[in-house]
């Protein structure tokens, strides 16, 4: 419990120049985008922000077997900018494992095959020779006029990877996660025009906003699972699986849609040698489908919003012979609770979301790709990180590529905050410690680096802790409500849309009503330590005064333990407050007549680099 009353002020010493009137680093193309009227400096989308979109008629056959994917791609293309294109760039991500693919990551060479086969691309009905380099495919067009719409068709097929599972493949003979399976229109903006950032396998994806119905056909006894509404589940599945779904879609109670004897009758989909599952989703950034003939299946659902009474279904997909994923579907239901109810309190946006065991830690809209572990705080923490992008990056639409921290530190703070809530026995620090070590080394650099450019730990600890803490410290400095209502004010400005970094900031700045900049400066565009000591403990006629010294300008919460000669102790705690204007002292005043033993300094989400003078005994 911290005893505010125990504390009688906090003294600042060495002062420095204040830095509330403080102003961010704004790169040129945002500037630009300013100037156009796009995007405005009060965060919200300008007055002349547009964005292009498509809708997508998938037709995708796949063969369990030889992992061969066929597919057709009809695409009507939406022009919402203002320029003329007189190119198109599609992605073609499944190349990460074309041969002479240029990857970041770890591929096995006996993994990487032919790629990508586009065996046909129409623009409006004529054929055209598409440019295919890596991940990446262009096509030119005689011009696309601003506001106006084109017809593409692709047919296309490759062989889903079998090994070195980055994202998608096999999963085992008969378990399948298909992710990026399709060419698709790359994003062009009002920021940097064309998205033509390879895919790598290290940085993740940006996507525009699309509409998508997907017909997907798998040989009998093979479940579909996907991202949007099943359409047909009447005509793929037994009836008494169907209408066991159609149950657990109003459900509190966990339904078996798919149980062991199911699976063993072979019971389970129509008695047809091959079935298409039809799904339909609207308005989301990417689309995902897993299979498998000898998955369980639990299902249950949420209510999601109080005034409506919208409801969102839950899943898990599970191999019988992986103990944990019994649990997932309770912690994947609690995480959507606690997101619509408590988390960023914000009703969960989507009709179902579907955790499938595979072989990755990957989320895509309503569709969660995990890898089965073995102790149940990781299979929470691993559930809640998941499930929690569904906000940031798919509603938002943010650029991962670009700004992973955008997307990873919220899915960070998400599970720092909402795991403790599923097991009050967890105290989940993920990160915390790397935090610590790397700062004030090479790979710390700013978080605001652009994603592709990090190396060694930065990599991680850019994308994942230092962002998270930056929300975390900006939650505890504003207060709860506070904080809320400035994260409701961006979600609801840019949901279905595409902020940058300084939309984030400037939102919040306004939807809090405080200039934030002084602490968006230090923390995000800054270099620097992260490490605090105990100067100092010194006996006052009132108490004792207590001198805490920040060895950078990084601010971080002030957390102490006050331990007395007679065994009781007590917290006091400040946030990052203390030290907006950017002192390198403070002396915090305590008002006690018991004998002051020790004082400890810390707490579990502060990276303090140095330790050693955490510590201070009082003599």
């Known amino acids: 419990m911290i005893r505010k009353k125990r504390l009688a002020a906090i003294f600042l010493l060495l002062s420095a120049p204040a830095f ?34 498509a809708d997508y008629k998938l037709k995708t056959n796949f063969d369990p077997a030889s992992r061969v994917l066929k597919g057709e ?9 203002p320029d ?10 499944p190349n990460l494992y074309k041969k002479g693919v240029n990857v970041k990551t770890k591929l096995a060479p006996k993994d990487m095959g032919a790629g990508v086969d586009v065996q046909l691309l129409q623009v409006n009905g004529r054929t055209t020779i598409p440019v295919i380099d890596g991940t990446n495919m262009h096509a030119d067009i005689a011009e696309l006029a601003p506001g106006k719409s084109l017809k593409l068709k692709i047919d296309y097929q490759y062989i889903l990877n079998k090994g070195s599972h980055m994202r998608t493949g096999q999963v085992s003979d008969s378990a399948h996660f298909l ?21 790598t396998g290290e940085e993740e994806f940006y996507n525009d906003f699309c509409n998508f119905r997907a017909d997907i056909t798998v040989p009998k006894n093979y479940v579909v699972w996907a991202t949007g509404d099943l359409l047909n589940a009447n005509e793929v599945f037994k009836k008494e699986v169907a209408n066991r779904l159609k149950k657990a879609e109003h459900a509190d109670e966990v339904i078996d849609v798919i149980t062991a004897e199911d699976l063993k009758r072979k019971a389970v989909t129509s008695s047809k040698d091959f079935n298409t599952y039809t799904f339909e989703a609207k308005n989301v950034t990417d689309f995902a489908f897993a299979t498998s003939n000898h998955y369980l299946w639990k299902s249950t659902s ?22 944990d994923y019994y649990e997932v579907v309770d912690f994947a239901a609690k995480t959507v609770q606690l997101m619509s109810h408590v988390f960023p309190k914000w009703p969960f946006p989507y009709a179902h979301e579907t955790v499938f065991d595979g072989l990755d830690q990957m989320e895509y809209p309503m569709m969660v790709n995990d890898n089965p572990v073995e102790k149940r705080e990781d299979a929470i923490t691993l559930t809640v990180h998941e499930v ?30 909402l795991a403790p809530m599923i097991d009050t026995a967890m105290v989940d620090d993920y990160g915390v410690e790397s935090t610590a070590i790397s700062s004030g080394t090479g790979s710390d650099v700013p978080i605001v680096t652009l994603t592709p450019e990090l190396k060694g730990v930065g990599t991680f600890t850019n994308s994942y802790p230092k962002p998270g803490l930056g929300y975390l410290y900006v939650k505890d400095y504003l207060g ?55 100067k100092a403990v010194t006996k006052t006629s ?48 305590v008002i006690s007549v018991k004998n002051l033993k020790k004082v400890i300094l810390g707490s579990v989400h502060v990276p303090d680099k140095d330790k050693s003078d955490n510590v201070f005994r009082v003599k």
Do not use: C
């Open 20 to 53: 509330a009137q403080e102003s961010l680093p704004v790169p040129p193309n945002i500037q630009q985008a300013y100037s156009k009227g796009t995007r405005h400096v009060s965060g919200k989308p300008g007055p002349g922000y547009w964005q292009n979109t």
């Open 73 to 81: 791609v009809e695409i009507s293309y939406l022009n919402n900018s």
């Open 84 to 93: 003329t294109l007189k190119q198109l760039w599609f992605k073609l991500y």
């Open 179 to 199: 992710a990026y399976f399709f060419p698709r229109v790359a994003v062009y903006d009002d920021v940097d025009g064309w998205n033509k950032y390879p895919y």
């Open 302 to 323: 949420v209510m999601v919003d109080a005034q409506t009474k919208r409801r969102t279904r839950v899943d898990a997909a599970f191999n019988p012979v992986h103990r």
């Open 388 to 417: 929690f992008h569904t906000m940031f990056p798919f509603y938002m639409g943010t650029n991962e590529t670009k700004y992973g921290w955008m997307d990873e530190g919220w899915a960070t703070i998400g599970e720092w905050l």
């Open 480 to 534: 709860d409500e506070l904080f809320i209502k400035a994260l409701h004010h961006y979600i609801s400005r840019w949901q279905g849309k595409h902020p940058m970094p300084f939309d984030f900031f400037y939102s919040m700045n306004e939807g809090s009503g405080k200039n934030l900049n002084w602490f968006w400066k230090r923390w995000f565009f800054d270099e620097g330590v992260t490490d605090m000591g105990l």
């Open 542 to 589: 009132k108490g004792y005064s207590i001198q805490i010294e920040n060895k950078s300008l990084k601010p971080l919460p002030v957390d102490l333990k006050l331990e007395y000669a007679d065994g009781s102790s007590e917290k006091i705690h400040h946030s990052i407050g203390v030290w907006e204007n950017g002192d390198p002292l403070i002396r915090i005043e």
